[in-house]
């Protein structure tokens, strides 16, 4: 469906506005006139977003939307923008509607005739990429670990089907698990993991899936994490290597 001025002209727009990882710092000149210009912002968690506007000075209305109020919120948001009303989305982090809330919001505006604008910005996916060291021509971004055994298992099988680098995101919790599991899998591939990224702790950790493991066993993890995989090769089932760089 494209977007004709002609058409759009008595709705609104909907600016998809990419926020801050970790440093406030971060956000983009654009952002903040987008954010300081719309009456509304629709977010993710109303009090993180808070403090980001607070920093920049912008006083639009806040209202959440998250994966638990879409039946309401949708019709609510849509609403405003085919009356004419410009409103923004953003996530607590990054980009919105990548693995974060704001794809089906966006897929309504398109359906309903509406502006969608993008306000680029950070995003945890190309910023890892950009420290890793691996080859980012082609690249997969895997999204969150599954939390159940069985989509865990289909997981890895789809990872270990991929030719290209990979990114993937992991919680604290849930780490050392995967960790070890893909080191039990893939002992000899390179990865390189980000932790806090563009945070005062920021921590970037590269080497092989096992020298990972082994070497974070014992600790308390803590932050947003997230894991670039060098390109599958058979020879990294082994603990040795050939490395890229």
């Known amino acids: 469906m494209s977007q004709e001025p002609g058409q759009l002209a008595s709705r609104g727009r909907l600016f998809v506005v990419a926020t801050p990882i970790g440093n406030l710092d971060d956000l983009t000149f654009r952002a903040v006139e987008t954010l ?19 920093r920049y000075e912008c006083r639009p209305r806040v209202i959440s939307l998250h994966s638990h109020n879409l039946a309401q919120r949708l019709p609510q948001l849509l609403a405003l923008l085919v009356g004419g009303q410009d409103l923004a989305v953003v996530s607590d982090a990054g980009t919105p509607a990548v693995s974060d809330p704001g794809s089906e919001l966006v897929a309504r505006a398109w359906a309903a005739g509406v502006a969608v604008v993008p306000i680029p910005g950070v995003s945890a996916v190309p910023t890892v990429l950009s420290v890793a060291g691996f080859p980012a021509e082609r690249f997969v971004f895997a999204g969150f670990v599954p939390k159940k055994p069985g989509q865990r298992g289909r997981y890895w099988d789809w990872i270990d089907a991929c030719a290209e680098t990979a990114v993937l995101f992991e919680t604290p919790h849930r780490i050392a698990r995967t960790l070890d599991e893909m080191a039990g899998r893939w002992p000899g591939r390179l990865a390189c993991l980000g932790r806090e990224l563009t945070k005062m ?17 014992d600790r308390q993890w803590r932050g947003e994490i997230s894991i670039a995989l060098e390109p599958f090769r058979e020879t990294q089932r082994g603990r040795e290597t050939e490395s890229y760089v």
């Open 36 to 54: 300081r210009a719309v009456p509304i912002v629709a977010a993710e968690d109303t009090r993180r977003v808070a403090k980001l506007l607070a």
């Open 201 to 217: 702790h920021e921590e970037l950790i590269r080497g092989t899936l096992a020298e990972i493991a082994a070497s974070t066993r």
